[in-house]
């Protein structure tokens, strides 16, 4: 599963392009209020954009609220920063 925050359009494209490769599920983090259940060998993809050299309040807010839960004791998550410049402490 991929879960993106986009302000402009710029994470929604990474996030789709990535999720067409993997044959992955792309789902905007906007309104998406749910524990977040991972299957067996399931990845996490977080693709966010660099707000002020680091991320954005809302993603900081809902990472830390997210419950995820796999079938795997330790499944593969992954961030993905998209930026401008620089993407200082993401
Ligand atoms: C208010 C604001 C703050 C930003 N801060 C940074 C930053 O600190 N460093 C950076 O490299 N890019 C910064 N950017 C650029 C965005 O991270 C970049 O354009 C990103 O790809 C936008 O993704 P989105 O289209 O999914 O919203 C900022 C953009 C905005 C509008």
Redesign the pocket.
């Known amino acids: 599963m991929i879960i993106?925050?986009?302000?402009?359009?710029?994470?929604?494209y990474v996030a789709n392009r990535i999720a067409s490769k993997t044959r992955d599920i792309a789902k905007s983090m906007i309104g998406y209020n749910d524990s977040v259940y991972l299957e067996k060998d399931e990845s996490l993809g977080i693709v966010v954009?660099?707000?002020?050299?680091?991320l954005p309040t809302f993603v900081e807010g809902f990472l830390s609220k997210i419950n995820i839960i796999s079938e795997d004791k330790n499944p593969y998550i992954f961030l993905i920063?998209?930026?401008?410049?620089?993407?200082?402490y993401c």
């Open positions: 993106y925050y986009s302000a402009t359009g710029n994470c929604k954009h660099t707000h002020f050299w680091g920063a998209t930026f401008g410049t620089s993407p200082g």
